[in-house]
């Protein structure tokens, strides 16, 4: 019996994995005792074995040959060499800057390390970033700003059964987090209450005491008008706003104009829902906020973000026990994935790149000269765009993400891999990315090698090793430590996790992210360690900001954000609002759970109301097909009344959503506006 975590989402439950007949089945069972899942999982975390042994399961390195166009079998050393050769006369030809390097908040903290250190000191490019991008990074960027830190939660998750007012943000976290639900219950039970706004009325709006439901792209002024009326109401906590923070005069001035009349009009939300929900929030003496990608996937995803921190800034609950502000990660190591440099702007330890102290000491214990280390990159989606053009990258690898079907405007990316020299895509399966590659990497996964993850609470977490790998099947890290050799570098790349990790540790050290003080002992006897950890004697830090916040001054900062509205607003040729996301069965781009066999797995669909589809004659379960500037896709409707009548909502795990998506990007954080651009729709 081995104890390990879910192979998907930021929860990162426990789990026992029981492997029987010499490791021919794999069994996953309850670990009650693990603290944030208490034994339960989803639908997706009870099937996760379903890839192991499935016909599809790459188990050996694939080339494409020159000739045919197709994939041949070769060995594991004739594809490294390849690779490696290939790399270096792109770079002798077009600089180091020709090769980029594509990474995943899937990846164990051990592997997104060494993919920032194979970047930064074997390739010495500065062309590194990651699907993370896409997921909280408009967050992260708010966090850093107000607070100094970006940790998604700065408490653990079941804190918010002790608040007394839980806004949830665009987070549907009945189906995306499914046992996290139950502290929504516990709260309501306990006489708290639950806010949903969302769009949709999803399940978790279904727990919710009031739910508002705004147009896709409207949070933002939906935050300034809350704290309009919150000001009106003298609920403002002033003597918190003045010993704790900065910046509150420019933000009370920058929402004075937003009355709630004028907020109605904007987000479809009635002024007096809005009153309800000041009401609500100026009586608790307890209100914790959540944002989720709802809120966060938009072109002014790292102002809203910062507009709903200010409301719980206002309200005195950032640093208070059971109240304050996160944001739920989404990826298993949505967290850490983006602490240990795999983000185009920072090295280990939540370090930026751009700072000579922070160079210094990665440096040193990289044993390089800091002037060698590559300063910032291009954002994911600039670099996906800049891929085969002039000055562009000629060369990518792709360790743990589906871009063909994940990234923003589908279309566009896919004839921008198409323009590569070399494409190598390293996954489990063959995904729809692998499929273009010339070089495909067959690794392990999961349950076949071990590895730590830090959970949407900061959590760091291990994740060991339950059963041999298929013969042919590689970790990640054996192909970082073999290119890393074959391009010559003389600096460590160990392929043993434990010693990646006392090295990420080390390199941690004095940073944001401190892990100096975990060790995978540690993990395994206190269900979890919580950075900052900096030193062996150091309990860890399950919650943040009680007496100071990490900004210079200790101070958290108000930042006052306006509202220009989403990149993309509807008009004649494209009437209503397009928005993306997520359903309970199935994961990301799908490239796991649609391989899964006791997983439904459908195809996409298009979700709108009984009012759009008899507008346009569509019948439930018929054909419908989405237009928008970018792209097309005809896929069947369902027909609910749970989605406003001017929006229409397609997941994103199949082929499709995003040939519809737009690429405007939040001009902080980089983020793509996956939650809202303007669409057409016709039976
Ligand atoms: N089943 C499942 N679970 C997952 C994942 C998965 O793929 N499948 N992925 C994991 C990952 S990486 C992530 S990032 C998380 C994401 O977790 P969530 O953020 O909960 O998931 P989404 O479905 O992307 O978006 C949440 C909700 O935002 C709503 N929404 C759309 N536009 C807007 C808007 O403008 N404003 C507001 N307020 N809401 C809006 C959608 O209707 C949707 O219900 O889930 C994680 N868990
Ligand atoms: N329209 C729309 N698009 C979205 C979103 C949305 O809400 N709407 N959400 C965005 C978000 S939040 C996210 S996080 C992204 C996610 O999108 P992707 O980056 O495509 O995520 P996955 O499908 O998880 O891709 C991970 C790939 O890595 C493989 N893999 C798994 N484990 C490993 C490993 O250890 N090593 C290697 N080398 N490979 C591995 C899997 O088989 C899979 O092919 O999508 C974004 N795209
Ligand atoms: S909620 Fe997330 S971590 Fe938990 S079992 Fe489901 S997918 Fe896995
Ligand atoms: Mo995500």
Redesign the pocket.
């Known amino acids: 019996m081995t104890r390990t975590h879910c192979p998907?989402?930021?929860?990162q439950c426990g789990m026992s994995l029981a492997s029987g007949r010499g490791g021919r089945t794999l069994e996953v069972l309850a670990w009650p005792e693990f603290p944030v899942n208490e034994g339960a999982l989803?639908r997706?975390g009870w099937t996760a074995t379903g890839l192991r042994g499935h016909r599809e399961r790459l188990t050996t390195p694939l080339l494409r040959d020159r000739a045919t166009g197709e994939l041949r079998t070769v060995s594991w050393d004739d594809a490294l060499d390849h690779v490696a050769a290939r790399l270096t006369t792109i770079q002798e030809q077009h600089g180091n800057d020709a090769v980029a390097v594509f990474g995943g908040?899937g990846l164990t903290n051990e592997k997104a390390y060494l993919l920032g250190k194979l970047a930064r000191v074997a390739l010495g490019t500065s062309r590194i970033d990651y699907n993370g991008r896409w997921?909280?990074s408009s967050a992260a960027s708010a966090g850093n700003q107000a607070f100094g830190v970006d940790r998604g939660l700065p408490f653990p998750l079941a804190d918010v059964e002790q608040t007394d007012v839980l806004v949830l943000?665009?987070?549907?976290?009945a189906?995306?987090?499914?046992p996290a639900a139950r502290h929504l219950d516990r709260l309501r039970e306990r006489g708290g209450k639950v806010v949903v706004?969302?769009?949709?009325r999803?399940p978790?709006a279904d727990r919710a005491d009031l739910f508002l439901q705004?147009?896709?792209?409207?949070?933002l002024p939906l935050a300034l008008g809350i704290l309009h009326l919150l000001g009106a109401a003298g609920a403002v906590d002033e003597d918190y706003v003045a010993t704790r923070t900065t910046g509150f005069d420019d933000v009370r001035r920058s929402v004075a104009s937003w009355w709630p009349e004028r907020v109605e009009r904007v987000s479809g939300v009635e002024a007096t829902e809005l009153r309800t929900l000041a009401d609500l929030l100026s009586s608790a003496e307890k209100v914790t906020v959540l944002t989720?990608?709802?809120?966060?996937?938009?072109s002014e995803g790292t102002a809203t973000v910062l507009a709903w921190i200010n409301v719980a800034l206002a309200l005195g609950m950032c640093g208070k026990p059971s109240a304050g502000y996160g944001c739920?990660?989404?990826?298993g190591n949505?967290q850490g994935g983006r602490e240990h440099g795999q983000k185009s702007d920072q090295l280990p330890g939540y370090r930026m790149i751009d700072d000579p102290a922070a160079r210094d000491h990665v440096a040193r214990v990289w044993g390089v000269e800091p002037a060698s280390l590559p300063g910032k990159g291009l954002s994911a989606y600039e670099l996906l765009d800049a891929l085969g053009t002039e000055g562009g990258p000629r060369a990518m690898l792709v360790h743990a993400s589906n871009i063909v079907v994940s990234a923003p405007n589908a279309v566009h990316v896919a004839d921008r891999l198409a323009a590569l020299d070399l494409l190598v895509v390293a996954d489990v399966v063959m995904s729809e990315t692998a499929a273009m590659a010339d070089v495909v990497l067959p690794v392990t996964q999961w349950a076949e090698e071990t590895g730590t993850m830090t959970n949407l609470e900061g959590r760091v977490i291990l994740r060991q090793q339950a059963v041999a790998p298929p013969e042919g099947v590689r970790s990640d890290l054996d192909v970082i430590a073999g290119l890393a050799a074959r391009l010559g570098s003389t600096a460590a790349f160990p392929t043993d996790p434990e010693e990646a990790f006392a090295e990420l540790a080390l390199a941690s050290a004095g940073g944001r992210a401190d892990y100096a003080g975990i060790t995978y002992d540690r993990i395994r006897e206190e269900h979890g360690v919580f950075w900052p950890c900096p030193d062996a004697e150091h309990p860890g830090t399950p919650r943040l900001f009680a007496d100071s916040f990490a900004t210079a001054d200790g101070r958290a900062r108000f930042v006052a954000v306006e509202s220009v509205g989403a990149a993309e607003q509807p008009d004649d040729d494209y009437p209503v609002h397009l928005?993306?996301?997520?359903?309970?069965?199935?994961?990301?781009s799908g490239a796991q759970?649609r391989r899964i066999a006791d997983l439904p797995d459908d195809g996409p669909f298009v979700e709108l109301h009984p009012l759009l589809a008899s507008r346009i004659g569509a019948r439930d379960g018929e054909p419908v097909v989405v237009t928008t500037r970018r792209g097309e896709l005809k896929a069947p409707c369902r027909v609910v009344t749970t989605?406003r009548p001017d929006?229409v909502?397609v997941?994103?795990?199949w082929v499709g959503a995003n040939r519809l998506t737009h690429d405007a990007l939040d001009p902080s954080s980089r983020m793509p506006a996956?939650?809202?651009c303007a669409a057409a729709v016709r039976s």
């Open positions: 998907y989402c930021s929860l989803c997706k908040g997921c909280m943000v665009g987070s549907n976290l189906e995306t987090m499914p706004i969302d769009p949709r999803t978790t705004p147009v896709p792209g409207t949070d989720a990608r709802g809120a966060e996937q938009h739920l990660t989404g990826q949505g928005t993306t996301g997520r359903v309970l069965a199935q994961y990301q759970t989605i929006t909502f997941p994103f795990h996956f939650k809202v």
